[in-house]
């Protein structure tokens, strides 16, 4: 019983010893709450532990069930923009202090310590390198040195970092370099063929992490020929690339080529870029949503094409005096507004005769206010105080059909046409709308 009792202390005290933490601290002080610790996986993130943040310090004993990887501590909302990314080995005590103005430093985890001392160097060399070549380097001592350097350290942070986390990345991260001098345009060509060498698209930390999601977007959108003049000829580039990728991925979990291409899809948005954003949806993302049970995300990226800028507006219909109108019908304006709004919303009894005033020195814009009400009595008595606004009712409020058709969560919600009754503004407020219509 005796020699029982001492195994078995001795197990406890190894799992303890195996348990590592995660602290730090954040300034300033009272910008800080509280925190939110995620494992990153393939398919996303996965709540572990919260905490408070006082007096800028938090402290998290991770459990025991927590594995090795790649962790999100969120510390703000929007979530995906307010986050520290961190190694988390099992072992390791991780401590580190965040700054608002100058960001992360590790202060405890050797592993995170690599990682970041890794990345910094490199990027800085490879920064160096594409200097040379913009300002038209040729073959010599220079350029050699440049390439070196890389390969320096490279080799280091590879060698002497075989058995942790970090080198995972370190070695995906290895890149293609010439052993003799190439234009740039060979040397880009040569670094698109050999992009993903070295990339282990099946390791589930690397796909939990931002690291392979962003390998794979600068692929897309980066790796592209010399010479391209239009838009046409970009869309048609990228999405060669994407398709290039869609290969590539055919292996990975499900859940994780749905977070790629969500991605990429976003980034074309910002890009401005509708061509390549159908793509994306129509041949990969939609397929592999619904495959995912997320009909969510497949509703909310057909709302977002129906209404990005430069898509022609949804037809709306109403009836006024016995007859029937249409948006389409509408003319001889150089731009219009569309107005959802309610007679019995106080937001919109306030914005909405404000901004009627306004448009009063506006004589090209015609405005289309669609109330979304549950009955007709009181929308009637207001709407006749805005005579020169164009009316219709569209009953059942919040489940009128024009809330999906337009993504309306709020009333007023706004929207600016051109002439031919594409989007081209969508304002948040009245004093925006006027903002757009003067400028």
Same mark, same amino acid.
Not at 210 to 231: Q, R
Not at 377 to 384: I, T
């Given at each position: 019983?005796?020699?029982?009792?001492?195994?078995?202390?001795?197990?406890?005290?190894?799992?303890?010893?195996?348990?590592?933490?995660?602290?730090?601290?954040?300034?300033?002080?009272?910008?800080?709450?509280?925190?939110?610790? =995620?494992?990153?996986?393939?398919?996303?993130?996965? =709540?572990?532990?919260?905490?408070?943040?006082?007096?800028?310090?938090?402290?998290?004993?991770?459990?025991?069930?927590?594995?090795?990887?790649?962790?999100?501590?969120?510390?703000?909302?929007?979530?995906?923009?307010? =986050?520290?990314?961190?190694?988390?080995?099992?072992?390791?005590?991780?401590?580190?202090?965040?700054?608002?103005?100058?960001?992360?430093?590790?202060?405890?985890?050797?592993?995170?310590?690599?990682?970041?001392?890794?990345?910094?160097?490199?990027d800085a060399a490879q920064e160096k390198l594409m200097e040379f070549y913009e300002n038209?380097?040729?073959?010599?001592?220079?350029?050699?040195?440049?390439?070196?350097?890389?390969?320096?350290?490279?080799?280091?942070?590879?060698?002497?970092?075989?058995?942790?986390?970090?080198?995972?990345?370190?070695?995906?991260?290895?890149?293609?370099?010439?052993?003799?001098?190439?234009?740039?345009?060979?040397?880009?060509?040569?670094?698109?063929?050999?992009?993903?060498?070295?990339?282990?698209?099946?390791?589930?930390?690397?796909?939990?992490?931002?690291?392979?999601?962003?390998?794979?977007?600068?692929?897309?959108?980066?790796?592209?020929?010399?010479?391209?003049?239009?838009?046409?000829?970009?869309?048609?580039?990228?999405?060669?690339?994407?398709?290039?990728?869609?290969?590539?991925?055919?292996?990975?979990?499900?859940?994780?080529?749905?977070?790629?291409?969500?991605?990429?899809?976003?980034?074309?948005?910002?890009?401005?870029?509708?061509?390549?954003?159908?793509?994306?949806?129509?041949?990969?993302?939609?397929?592999?949503?619904?495959?995912?049970?997320?009909?969510?995300?497949?509703?909310?990226?057909?709302?977002?094409?129906?209404?990005?800028?430069?898509?022609?507006?949804?037809?709306?219909?109403?009836?006024?005096?016995?007859?029937?109108?249409?948006?389409?019908?509408?003319?001889?304006?150089?731009?219009?507004?569309?107005?959802?709004?309610?007679?019995?919303?106080?937001?919109?009894?306030?914005?909405?005769?404000?901004?009627?005033?306004?448009?009063?020195?506006f004589k090209n814009v015609k405005v289309l206010a669609i109330g979304l009400e549950d009955?007709?009595?009181?929308?009637?008595?207001?709407?006749?105080?805005l005579p020169n606004f164009t009316h219709g009712i569209s009953l059942k409020k919040w489940?009128?059909?024009?809330?999906?058709?337009?993504?309306?969560?709020?009333?007023?919600? =706004?929207?600016?046409?051109?002439?031919?009754?594409?989007?081209?503004?969508?304002?948040?407020?009245?004093?925006?709308?006027?903002?757009?219509?003067?400028?």
């Open positions: 019983m005796k020699s029982f009792l001492i195994v078995y202390i001795f197990l406890i005290t190894i799992v303890l010893q195996a348990q590592g933490s995660i602290s730090g601290n954040f300034a300033p002080p009272k910008d800080f709450k509280w925190l939110i610790a =995620y494992e990153l996986t393939p398919g996303g993130e996965r =709540y572990v532990a919260d905490t408070t943040i006082k007096d800028g310090s938090f402290a998290i004993q991770m459990p025991v069930t927590a594995q090795a990887g790649m962790y999100r501590l969120v510390y703000a909302v929007p979530q995906d923009e307010f =986050y520290i990314d961190i190694i988390y080995d099992k072992k390791e005590h991780v401590k580190f202090n965040f700054n608002i103005q100058e960001g992360l430093t590790i202060t405890n985890s050797e592993e995170n310590k690599w990682f970041h001392e890794y990345f910094t160097k490199i038209d380097g040729s073959a010599g001592k220079q350029y050699t040195s440049l390439i070196q350097e890389l390969k320096d350290i490279q080799k280091h942070y590879e060698e002497d970092h075989v058995n942790s986390i970090a080198h995972q990345f370190i070695k995906s991260n290895r890149s293609y370099l010439p052993k003799d001098y190439q234009t740039l345009e060979e040397f880009l060509n040569h670094k698109k063929q050999h992009h993903f060498d070295n990339v282990d698209l099946n390791n589930p930390i690397l796909q939990g992490s931002n690291f392979l999601t962003d390998k794979i977007s600068n692929y897309v959108f980066s790796a592209l020929p010399t010479g391209i003049k239009t838009k046409e000829q970009l869309a048609l580039e990228v999405n060669k690339n994407i398709k290039t990728v869609s290969e590539k991925l055919k292996t990975t979990p499900a859940g994780f080529q749905m977070r790629t291409f969500y991605q990429l899809w976003k980034i074309a948005g910002v890009n401005t870029m509708p061509s390549v954003e159908d793509y994306i949806f129509d041949n990969h993302l939609k397929k592999l949503a619904l495959a995912n049970g997320n009909q969510k995300l497949v509703n909310d990226i057909e709302s977002a094409a129906r209404l990005r800028i430069g898509a022609k507006s949804p037809e709306i219909v109403w009836e006024s005096n016995g007859k029937k109108h249409s948006l389409s019908s509408m003319e001889n304006a150089d731009c219009y507004l569309i107005i959802f709004w309610s007679s019995t919303c106080s937001h919109c009894l306030k914005e909405v005769p404000a901004l009627h005033k306004e448009l009063k020195n009955e007709k009595q009181n929308w009637e008595k207001v709407s006749a105080t489940n009128s059909e024009y809330v999906p058709i337009f993504n309306i969560h709020k009333t007023p919600t =706004y929207f600016i046409l051109d002439s031919e009754k594409r989007f081209i503004a969508k304002p948040d407020s009245d004093k925006e709308v006027v903002e757009f219509l003067e400028n």
